[in-house]
């Protein structure tokens, strides 16, 4: 029996779903799990490419093939078909640049309070939503993210001659490595004090 796997991701926890090739119609107006078929795609993860196909009936009752994907979007998180989210890593770096410009267009003039203020309101969000799911594991994709704050620094006049270091230091601006290395420590901290969730430690479990 052909199966269509929809793949949803939440923080580190991958779950598959597997609905039938011609699933109970009943059944599903009882859940109300109503799949367009034009809009569903399958997404392969693994090394080695998938030769199955998969097949689902469309409002007509006619069977048809699912498309392939390498990358979908979950919860704000583009998953790619090798789990280095790639994409997401660029995406992220490139909104986040998009928005620079935008503050840079915006305003005149830009001292370090105000940068400050714009710049974790408004651009760090983007590099950091999530990344306890999809840090990048590669040292270029993480330089990637850390240009973006790199480029962010330059934009106070006063500064944009100074050594990234000494930037960071006269904004009071960690590097994005070190937030996100402290961020980590922070939920072990939570995880192993049992600060979370009961009910989210029970379902780990």
Partial sequence: MHC???V?????????????????????ELWQLKFIQSKCKVLHIGRTPSQH?????????????LEKSTAEKDLGVWVDDQLTFTTHTSKS???????????RRTFKHLDKE????????????????????????????????EKVQHRATKM??????????????QLKL????????????????????EIYSHHLLNFQR
């Fill in 156 to 169: 106070v006049p006063e500064l944009k001659d100074l050594p990234y270091e000494e930037r960071l230091h």
């Fill in 4 to 6: 269509a796997i929809f």
């Fill in 93 to 103: 770096a490139a909104k986040a640049n998009c928005l620079l410009g935008l503050i």
């Fill in 53 to 65: 196909q998969y097949y689902m009936h469309d409002s007509n009752g006619i069977r048809q093939q």
């Fill in 114 to 145: 105000n940068l400050t203020l714009l710049y974790k309101a408004i651009v760090r969000p983007h590099i950091e939503y999530a990344n306890s799911v999809w840090w990048p594991l590669t040292k270029g994709l993480r330089n990637e993210l």
């Fill in 174 to 193: 960690p590097t994005i490595a070190f937030r996100h290395l402290r961020g980590d420590m922070i939920n072990v901290y939570k995880y192993a004090s």
């Fill in 8 to 28: 949803h991701i939440y923080l580190n926890i991958i779950t598959l779903i597997r609905l039938p090739d011609k699933p109970n119609k009943k059944a599903l």
